[in-house]
């Protein structure tokens, strides 16, 4: 669990910084757990025919107030050559 801040890091958090980089982002809507369909949806349907590899960064699974119907699933990528 996270939250982006340029305030000073409590005691007993970690800060980690993560680089700008290329993301693909899936929406998913209703319950949060409905964001395993994105990440099924990421390696059965998108990966397999994008032009895009998985970066070595931390994906983020963004959770917003459930009136808002929806969650989202950040996932960094590269461009690669095929």
Request: overall charge negative.
């Amino acid at each position: 669990m996270g939250i982006a801040s340029d305030q000073e890091v409590p005691e007993g958090l970690v800060k980690i910084d993560i680089p700008a980089a290329t993301w693909a982002v899936f929406e998913s809507t209703g319950v949060p757990q409905n964001i395993q369909e994105s990440w099924k949806r990421l390696y059965t349907d998108w990966l397999p025919v994008s032009s895009y590899d998985l970066a070595d960064l931390p994906a983020i699974e963004s959770y917003f107030p459930p009136e808002e119907n929806k969650n989202e699933l950040w996932i960094p990528v590269v461009k690669n050559d095929k």
